[in-house]
């Protein structure tokens, strides 16, 4: 069975949500929960009652919007992304992710296919943590990380509670969290990173997710005056600190598969002074790796050179892991559902790792999981430039359309 | 002729000026021209009338205190250093050098010894910078490096000026600056920095002053998230940053000699986020030798390094030289008076090159000049805890007078 979905139209409702929270520079304004995001729900929902979908909310706000299958005691197969934005965010980030499930939807129904499973357009309350810390807190939710009421009392820099934005939204449901169960779950998403444009690929099979492990470092020697001090007697936190960073940047350089990535976001000298010897130096250390084995030996690099970089400057170092998250290999079944997808229709394509969070994390901890990218411009998002062309998003969500169809209908995607 | 200082005296008055102006922790605030600047110069000028001494002050406030020789109408022999200190300043750093003339005068006193020059006995304004910028602006104006009306013109951060102070403090003088001419000038100080201590040294004989240059980095690449963004692909200002740093650690640490001073003061990356690629980052450099001719292919070196380092990470780099100070040569004869005045006492000692500055380098250019240094304690100055034992400041004190006795009568100090 082949459906083509319609390139200009899903084009146009990504223009058309664009419309509501727009910015000064073409990007988007939906903060979770406020007025526009409710607002870009409901145009949503609009959309979507047109095609007989009906909808429900749960608890802490996730939208699932059903349309019916022939076999509706069946698990629906599920995607979806996230509407909230940042603020001022793009036009893309979640927002195809979502529209093309609409799309999908309205292909199917002009076609007037009906699949054996239900389908499941979801929305994600909160995904940005933009407004309310953590991000993906709501889909966290779903799979059980946190309590609905630890998520309900989250507040945002005035003191709203998400409980109180969602009742305030119109959008505090009363479906249990965790309901509906999905048979799987599929997310559309710009790559928010250069790989793939820089390859000339249109579409990356997300295989799963990089484990990240965040580090506080601190590096404590001996301010001195930079006139009389002689080099040999320095105790430099600095340059321990600089030798640390080159030291790993060029281990993760060497790397030639580009499976190892360091980056030290944060440096602060403390009372830093143009002729002083830096006496005090703190930074923050971000490791990620596809392998959660090479992981750990990166994270033992990191111990080692960090030692050996103060014994040479005679600085004394302390270290904190403040956050440690493990590589996510998505269900095998569902990547290869993808893959096959996007092999079948000969986009260019290759299997990667998402090296950002999103949704899909989470709901793979219940469900069969998997996420399609598709390039965006300079590797950029968060932003309002953030821009995929109407070729690569239609890619995505005709893969996208594939995969539900026949993860829906109970054959392999290659039977297309 | 053999004059032994009294060891004793020279600490009560070190202690006894420590009492104007004393901090919560043991140390001196005595900030230029301020009411205890004005006592302890006030206390000084009290305990030379004592011996007879007369004084004049000039239109920035040096004072200049004289011993009369045998023959007045020659170029006085002269010493001192500044009484001014910082916010949370110590009990030695130029008080010694001005206390150290005092019990000079004091020792000759006692013995009755009349010199064949006159001793002129000098306490420099505003040496610290804390008070009004420049730091030895008034040394530096003696000297002609700044007009009269431009340092009367300085202002404090509360918008007095100079002038305004000096007239407040009573030392608003009448004498031309530039007067009187100096035969000779010789600053003890403490050595604010580690060489002696470490190498358990009494005296530093201070043949000149260190060159050198300041400058402002800024490195240019591209902000970007930490996740999804390939090492190779990034164009990450701090890796860039960091290998310069390192690389020129690594050039310092590798002069045998410890002549070569590498020192990154200030690091500031632009909107640093835990997991963002640096892509702004500012670095102050500090270059210091003590060869004018290594210290241009240490700046070369610099240059060289930070186009190598911002070529290899994709970063756009550019500097600013904001501040030469070239390699200051002492008079050799003046030099080697306190090297053969060391020598004859049989006290360790080493030449050096002073790496701070001090109102030496500028008396320097007017009159034949050399410093003295003693040990203090790790180092440390500008700070309460800077301490200089009794012992250390009593063989700088004797070095001094046996230096000055030579130079003011006209024999070499090898006579003594």
């Not at 030798?243 to 944060?266: E, P």
Request: proline share 3%; net charge negative; hydrophobic share 40%.
């Amino acid at each position: 069975m082949h459906v083509t979905i319609d390139a200009e139209r899903l084009w146009e409702s990504l223009m058309a949500m664009a419309e509501i929270g727009p910015t000064q520079h073409g990007g988007s304004c939906r903060l979770a929960l406020t007025d526009e995001d409710a607002a870009g729900r409901r145009r949503l929902i609009e959309w979507c009652e047109a095609l007989g979908c009906t909808w429900r909310v749960d608890r802490v706000g996730n939208l699932f919007i059903r349309r019916a299958g022939r076999r509706d005691d069946l698990d629906p197969v599920a995607t979806g992304s996230h509407l909230d934005t940042q603020p001022r965010g793009g036009r893309f980030d979640g927002v195809l992710g979502v529209l093309a499930g609409l799309e999908v939807f309205r292909t199917l129904d002009e076609r007037g296919i009906v699949t054996e499973r239900p389908l499941e357009l979801v929305v994600w309350t909160n995904e940005e943590g933009s407004r309310f810390a953590p991000a993906m807190v709501a889909s966290g939710t779903y799979a059980g990380e946190f309590s609905v009421e630890s998520t309900l009392a989250r507040e945002d820099r005035d003191g709203v509670t998400l409980g109180a934005a969602l009742e305030a939204s119109g959008f505090a449901g009363g479906m249990a969290v965790g309901e509906p169960r999905l048979d799987s779950f599929f997310e559309l998403h710009i790559e928010q990173g250069p790989v793939l444009e820089a390859a000339g690929e249109s579409i990356g099979v997300v295989a799963g997710v990089q484990g990240m492990r965040w580090y506080d470092v601190s590096l404590d020697g001996q301010a001195a005056h930079a006139g009389p001090t002689p080099m040999r007697l320095r105790r430099d936190a600095l340059a321990a600190a600089a030798r640390l960073i080159d030291r790993l940047q060029s281990h993760a350089l060497g790397d030639a598969r580009g499976d190892t990535k360091v980056t030290f976001g944060c440096l602060d000298i403390v009372q830093g002074s143009r002729n002083v010897i830096p006496g005090e130096t703190r930074l923050t250390v971000d490791l990620r790796h596809v392998d959660e084995t090479e992981l750990d030996a990166l994270e033992q690099r990191f111990e080692r050179e960090l030692a050996a970089c103060g014994e040479v400057f005679g600085v004394t170092t302390r270290f904190e892991r403040i956050w440690k998250s493990p590589v996510v290999h998505f269900d095998a079944a569902c990547v290869e559902a993808v893959e096959a997808a996007t092999r079948t229709r000969g986009f260019s394509y290759r299997r990667l790792l998402s090296g950002a969070g999103h949704d899909s994390v989470y709901v793979s901890r219940v469900a069969p999981t998997a996420m399609i990218f598709v390039p965006c411009r300079d590797g950029i998002s968060h932003n309002e430039a953030e821009y995929a062309s109407p070729e690569h998003c239609a890619r995505g969500c005709q893969v996208l359309a594939d995969t539900l169809l026949a993860r829906a209908n109970g054959y392999a995607t290659e039977a297309l």
